[in-house]
């Protein structure tokens, strides 16, 4: 492999990364690399197929509120292999399925934990702030919605997707997230069904083929081979030098980095020319790890659930707190015949997991929920439908806003900065990025690596 100066070098070919090779190809006159120590683009945005059933790693849907990555997703990438279609969403709480989002969707829960849920939020409004801002998101949650909503929905179902102390988190991250009511568009939730759908992804999008890994295998259409060098572990990054070591003995020199990697990993590869203060800010960023069990079943009957696109389950009577249908979001992802489910469990140092255990404790909880039979939950071979129980683990997965998040992530980039190096990307600025923002972050960080001159 030939290499020459007056390069920018990008870590990893996930969304990020991708998406900074795609927007930096559009400048002729640049050069460029990618290096991705997997033997395949996507990162966290790959699908994985086995015995004809295809699960993504964890739930992937992509909406965007901006025009530029909606056109560049829909119009350019995607087109011709895209699906619009309609939220379809519930939340499980008290042996109940109610549309998501929680807070706006009351009807059909039993009498008194409505009355508890509205009374709450009544009480929050009408109560005013004498202490400052909230001092942690579990307060955040209580302040916002009231006692009510605050128990028996939003602090359960968030310590499982998290599995961390809320206590411990901050809430600056929820931006749009999660829609926050109107008090006359709760009161009308309590009374009746709902009548349409709120919050930025009511409508969403998913390839018609190839899953999620659809969407970075299309940026490979626009980025030449030689851009990319695929099954390339990096095991030093020399800022003084700039040049990056390979396991394999070569060396990669660079002008300009762009890292997608995550920014721990990123400190490390820099080594003994990181001051101390700064490793330690990389030592307290926090994250925890998701475990996918993705189960295949023969047939398509889901206890009368069919239609359901994800549900989020905030009690502990099942030990996953999300669960979706990857044949719901395209037919192509599952044998003719036949329906999958995925379900996710967060794994972290305040909430581990027997990872022995997480399939039959899947299975368990789908029959608990009335998804399956009990008969249907055992294997093919001993009469059941299962035909696919496979764990794949995320690690890292989520990034945990700690009270400290802000002040770690900030030295840290501050401290690369003058070394030309950026890091970008879900991981690399350490952020709750979906998908649209990770492509985002590539353009930004491709655009700013390029010369005034040439621009």
């Known amino acids: 492999m030939s290499i020459r100066r007056d390069r920018t070098v990008i870590l990893g070919a996930g969304l990020c990364g991708l998406s900074a090779a795609y927007h930096l190809e ?12 997997a033997h395949e683009v996507g990162g966290l945005a790959r699908t994985e197929t086995y015995a004809g059933f295809s699960f993504d790693h964890s739930i992937h849907i ?8 909606n056109d560049l997703i829909c119009g350019r990438l995607l087109e011709g292999n895209l699906v619009r279609q309609a939220r379809r969403s519930f939340c499980y709480t008290a042996n109940v399925y109610t549309e998501y989002p929680y807070q706006m969707n009351n009807y059909g ?9 509205l009374r709450g939020l009544i ?31 939003m602090i359960p179902y968030n310590r499982r997707q998290w599995a961390w102390d809320l206590r411990d988190m901050n809430y600056d991250w929820i931006a749009d997230r999660v829609p926050l009511p109107e008090l006359r568009d709760v009161l009308l ?33 626009y980025i030449p081979p030689e851009r990319l060098l695929l099954n390339a572990t990096v095991v030093n990054v020399d800022s003084v030098r700039r040049e990056i070591s390979l396991a394999d003995g070569r060396r990669v020199p660079y002008d300009n980095l762009i890292s997608t990697i995550p920014l721990p990993a990123l400190v490390k590869l820099l080594a003994e020319a990181v001051p101390p203060e700064i490793r330690q800010c990389a030592r307290e960023l926090k994250y925890n790890a998701v475990h996918t069990v993705n189960i295949g079943l023969e047939g398509t009957e889901l206890g009368g659930k069919q239609k359901m696109h994800w549900v989020y389950l905030p009690e502990e009577d099942t030990m996953f707190h999300r669960m979706s249908f990857p044949g719901n979001f395209s037919p192509w992802m599952v044998p003719r015949g036949c329906t999958s489910i995925q379900v996710e469990i967060s794994e972290s140092v305040y909430r581990p ?15 608990r929920t009335g998804i399956l039979s009990s008969d249907d939950a055992r294997p093919i071979s001993q009469g059941g ?3 696919v129980a496979r764990v794949l683990t995320l690690d890292p997965a989520y990034i945990i806003y700690d009270l400290k998040h802000r002040e770690n992530t900030q030295a840290i980039k501050d401290y690369l900065k003058p070394l030309d190096i950026s890091s970008r990307g879900r991981f690399g600025e350490w952020e709750y990025f ?6 985002l972050s590539g353009r930004t960080a491709a655009w700013n690596s390029i010369p005034e001159s040439r621009t």
Not at 26 to 37: N, Y
Not at 434 to 439: F, L, P, R, Y
């Open 26 to 37: 559009e400048k002729a006159e640049t050069d460029h690399l990618v290096l991705e120590q």
């Open 62 to 69: 992509l909406y965007s509120r901006d025009p530029y990555a």
């Open 109 to 117: 829960l039993p009498p008194a934990i409505i009355a508890k849920n």
């Open 123 to 153: 009480e929050a409004r009408q109560a005013s702030r004498q202490d400052g801002p909230p001092r942690h998101f579990e307060a955040w949650i209580h302040e916002t919605y009231g006692c009510g909503i605050a128990e028996h929905f």
């Open 189 to 221: 939730g309590a009374l009746q069904p709902p009548e349409r759908k709120v919050g930025p992804n009511q409508e969403f999008w998913y390839p018609l083929e190839g899953g999620i890994q659809a969407l970075p295998r299309a940026f490979l259409r």
């Open 353 to 367: 997991r027997d990872r022995a255990a997480l399939v039959q404790a899947s299975l368990e909880g789908l029959v």
């Open 385 to 387: 439908r299962v035909r």
């Open 434 to 439: 979906n998908m649209d923002h990770a492509i």
